[in-house]
């Protein structure tokens, strides 16, 4: 891995939030700080296209970044925000169903978050 590999893979390892490509560039700047926005989406995406790290995607929103640790996903169909779930049983019952061969599977589990539900009124569309 070249230098600026290494640090993203930190970065995104390091962090508990789902990065997009913008800020991960703020935290590498902060070491690096001759780095630009293209060398890191170069990078992101050659790590991505490596299987080191976790693309995620959502409708209407920039992708973000994630570690590769098997989890899956909350989403906020009205802010957005993203936020880890484990199915444990769900992973154990595709083991079971094709073996311990599966690489990752993406999970995404569209929800309203509760501080978009203390914000929400009946007429709101969801």
């Not at 070491?31 to 926005?37: A, C, D, Q, R, T």
């Not at 989406?41 to 992708?63: F, Q, T």
């Given at each position: ?68 640790q098997k989890h899956d996903h909350l989403v ?8 880890d779930i484990g199915f444990e049983d769900l ?36």
């Amino acid at each position: 891995m070249t230098t600026y590999e290494q640090k993203i893979y930190t970065v995104i390892n390091a962090s508990r939030e789902h990065l997009t490509v913008e800020q991960i560039f703020e935290q590498v700047k902060e070491e690096y700080p001759k780095v630009v926005l293209a060398t890191i989406y170069n990078n992101v995406n050659k790590l991505w296209k490596a299987g080191v790290i976790r693309k995620v995607s959502v409708a209407s929103n920039p992708d973000r970044y994630d570690r590769t640790q098997k989890h899956d996903h909350l989403v906020c169909r009205r802010c957005g925000r993203l936020a880890d779930i484990g199915f444990e049983d769900l992973t154990a019952s595709l083991r079971d169903t094709v073996g311990d061969t599966f690489l990752y599977y993406d999970l995404k589990v569209f929800y309203v978050c509760p501080d978009c539900r203390k914000q929400w009124n009946s007429n709101d569309n969801i």
